[in-house]
């Protein structure tokens, strides 16, 4: 069914067509209208779900390893200091090898007080063993809650959906709700084998010495290696069923590109648009979308990248005293594969707008070097 | 249910489970060698008030046929059951002798 | 003479308690009331390494160690789970040690009583973070040594009242109990267990190398406490209180202070200041007691 919706909703749909059974959440602008609609619809029963309303995102994430841990599917979302505040528990719940999902509305991070946009909550949390998927649209962020639960469950290991404050939250576009028996049948219940049971008492993350502390580290990042195997595979399957397809990464025009743009969120579907007004003009660029932070999908970027004569990482984000994230990433993907040069755009920090015209200046800008001339460039600031 | 009381030894990173989850019981882990003292059970002066098997903090005082009987595989030698006893009929000796 | 505790064990012997241990005794009593179909969560605590290394734990039910902050949320989650799977009669558990509660985990105690979640939250109280080396903590009572309240300076704060702040949530059930009294708390808990909602259970657990006392004098020492009117034993129904083991005649305090080695450094007036406090907060809950 076609609804025109914003893109927090969009993530309460994918949540209650997934069929959680428990959400545990704490206020926070912009993921405010997820968790209302979401207690809305478990209220009036059209999902039979608990729903916490916990005291704090610590709380909330903290509930959700709690009830994973005793085999609900479970739910969250939050953002930019919700999300930090979680920090320590999303180690947790990934070490811990639990199937949660969170949907995080990036927000930039205060201080100063700041609600707008930008990366840099979702990426701090990289190295937590979360996957992460990096969404461009509301049709993107419905079907990513439920394809979560489908590779999460798989692999156990938690996934966080990652969509951009306003531009996405709160944007209202057409949405093709899909049937519940459609989503039933590509996402089975939940049966984790490894839930708390009376009949079978085991404990969970107890003390663990040197002696094996590393096997189980290992183990996570082979999950996360299967992880990548087992998105294709869903994708495919997705498709099949939905009739909507998403890879790990999006290459858009960048088999014959001199330039390829590497972007992700909604600056991405601004890119690909200024990519489509430059094309008209004759210009050969490119855009490589990067949906997928964890797993990286190292062999997909090294591909798509490979005929381009530069490679310009718009990061919506900063690391202080290095430079953007993403382009560190893909940076480090191309080492030793290719000597193309990448140059490192800083955009849009705080909720700046990104529009088509910045994009086109930052390609006339790449368009005048050879190589890059400094680490990054900050686009579009008061000098 | 009681869990497996044997040590378990992992030869594989695949017989690991994904997750640290404990799969045996510590009764595995005979704590007898922790004791300096030893409780000795003057049998003939116990009232069978079983005040001694409910403060073992180490539940290492068994409740059989209706009188205590103290497991030194894992008793760690506190002395709280013969502090307790209210007839004084178990000693502490020093382990050894 | 029949016990008057069931037999069954559900804490299995070879845990990693130290000799005499107060919490080693409440989990085991408790176990005893709480029966199989139960299911804990720890945070950081003694308890964290009592259980054992993997692969190996000392329980017979389960079990998922959490955060430090974390408990009383995490049980919430569990307890929603089981509801959500139809399993809502098993007990969940949170427990933790008096840092976990009294100090880190208090804003996640709070939410969970506030929001009347079903579920016993056990605090097991040896008035320092032990696990760590015997560090201060808001349960840790005025006049102690600990190992950032030096002797010279020794703690002058009183101990938190947390059970007046469990108390404000108005929750359904709390409890002090004592391990020196197994029966009081195992009737306790075979009540609790039928009330619906946030259930507060508090239990004084003496530690003998915390508290530098003599590891046969765990029970006397907890007696002790209770006698002294130190750590009072009494239950708040729906608001009610009433004390479960009655001191008519309370003992000295220097009774009690004087088995242990965080006391040893106190004179005379520090011992009186002592008493004065223990008088003033007894007084305080007697009038409760008598409505």
């Known amino acids: 069914m076609k609804k025109v919706i914003m893109g927090n909703h969009a993530i309460s749909y994918g949540a209650t067509l997934s069929r959680v059974q428990v959400i545990a959440a704490y206020p926070i602008t912009p993921q405010t209208q997820v968790v209302e609609l979401l207690s809305e619809i478990v209220a009036d029963q059209k999902l039979k779900a608990e729903f916490i309303k916990v005291e704090s995102e610590h709380s909330a994430m903290a509930a959700c390893i709690g009830a994973s841990s005793a085999g609900a599917r479970a739910f969250t979302a939050t953002s930019a200091q919700g999300l930090a505040l979680m920090h320590e528990l999303l180690h947790w719940a990934a070490g811990a090898r639990l199937p949660i999902v969170m949907a995080d509305i990036n927000r930039a991070m205060a201080p100063p007080w700041t609600i707008w946009t930008d990366q840099n909550d979702s990426l701090s949390q990289r190295d937590t063993g979360w996957m992460q998927f990096y969404c461009q649209s509301n049709q993107e962020v419905l079907d990513s809650v439920i394809m979560a639960y489908k590779v999460a469950e798989k692999v ?31 996402l089975p219940p939940l049966d984790y084998k490894y839930r708390l049971d009376v009949n079978d008492p085991h404990t969970y993350g107890g003390l ?3 002696d094996w502390y590393m096997e189980f580290r290992i183990k996570m990042h082979e999950a996360m290696d299967q992880a990548l195997v087992e998105i294709k595979k869903d994708a495919a399957e997705f498709e099949k069923v939905f009739g909507r397809r998403y890879d790990p990464v999006e290459p858009y025009m960048v088999d014959d590109a001199d330039i390829v743009l590497v972007t992700s969120g909604t600056a991405a579907s601004t890119a690909r648009f200024a990519v489509d007004q430059m094309r008209k003009k004759g210009k050969k660029v490119g855009n490589l979308r990067m949906r997928l932070l964890r797993p990286f999908p ?32 893909v940076k480090s993907a191309l080492y030793g594969h290719s000597k193309v040069p990448v140059f490192n755009y800083i955009a849009g920090l705080g909720g700046r707008d990104i529009f088509p015209e910045t994009i086109m200046n930052i390609v006339a800008d790449v368009k005048k070097m050879k190589r890059p001339e400094q680490d990054l460039y900050w686009v579009e600031v008061k000098k | 249910m009681a869990k497996n009381r044997t040590k378990i030894e992992f030869q594989k990173l695949s017989e690991l489970p994904p997750m640290v989850q404990s799969l045996r019981s510590m009764a595995a882990n005979p704590t007898g060698s922790w004791r ?40 760690k030698g506190c002395g709280i059951c013969a502090e307790e006893c209210p007839k004084k009929c178990i000693e502490m000796v020093k382990e050894g002798k | 003479m029949k016990p008057t505790l069931p037999l069954d064990e559900l804490m299995s012997p070879g845990h990693l308690a130290c000799q005499g241990c107060g919490a080693g005794i409440a989990m085991r009593t408790s176990l005893k009331a709480l029966g199989h179909d139960t299911m804990f969560t720890f945070p950081a605590c003694c308890w964290t390494v009592i ?15 959490m955060a430090f902050e974390a408990t009383a949320a995490t049980a919430a989650g569990i307890k929603a789970a089981m509801r959500a799977l139809g399993k809502d009669k098993t007990t969940i558990c949170g427990w933790a040690g008096d840092g976990g509660t009294f ?39 005025w006049g102690a040594w ?36 197994p029966e009081d708390l195992y009737k306790k808990l075979i009540k609790a267990k039928e009330i619906r909602g946030f259930k507060f259970i508090h239990i004084l657990a003496p530690c003998p190398p915390g508290w530098k006392a003599r590891p046969e004098d765990t029970v006397k020492l907890a007696r002790l406490a209770v006698q002294t009117g130190i750590f009072p034993i009494f239950e708040v129904e729906a608001g009610k209180y009433a004390q479960t083991v009655k001191t008519p005649t309370r003992k000295p305090v220097l009774e009690y202070l004087k088995l242990q080695g965080r006391f040893k450094h106190l004179k005379e007036e520090d011992v009186a200041e002592i008493q004065r406090i223990v008088d003033m907060r007894y007084a305080e809950l007697e009038k409760r007691f008598q409505g």
């Open chain 1, 156 to 186: 156990l290991m938690p996934v966080m959906i990652v969509l951009d404050a306003f531009s996405l939250s709160h944007t209202y576009e057409t949405v093709d709700v899909p049937d519940q028996a459609l989503v039933d049948k590509y």
């Open chain 1, 208 to 210: 663990t010495t040197p």
């Open chain 1, 298 to 329: 190292f062999a997909d970027v090294r591909e798509h990248l490979k005929n381009a004569k530069k490679v310009v990482v718009i990061d919506r984000d900063i690391s202080y005293g290095y430079h953007g994230i993403w382009a560190q990433e």
């Open chain 2, 36 to 75: 300096n003292l030893k409780p000795v059970l003057h049998k003939e002066n116990c009232i069978q008030c079983t005040i001694c098997w409910k403060f073992c903090p180490d539940a290492a005082i068994d409740w059989v046929d209706d009188y205590p009987v103290i497991n030194l595989d894992f008793c």
């Open chain 3, 51 to 65: 259980d054992g290394p993997f692969p190996y734990s000392c329980l017979e039910v389960p079990l998922l160690h």
């Open chain 3, 103 to 141: 100090d880190i985990g208090l804003q996640a105690l709070s939410g969970a009583a506030e929001r009347n979640d079903d579920i016993f939250y056990f605090c097991y109280d040896n008035e320092a973070y032990m696990n760590t080396g015997i560090q201060r903590s808001g349960a840790t009572p």
């Open chain 3, 146 to 181: 600990t190992t950032t309240t030096p002797v010279k300076h020794f703690k002058k704060e009183v101990k938190k009242s947390l059970d007046d702040i469990v108390a404000a949530h108005k929750v359904p059930y709390q409890a002090t109990a004592s391990i020196a009294y």
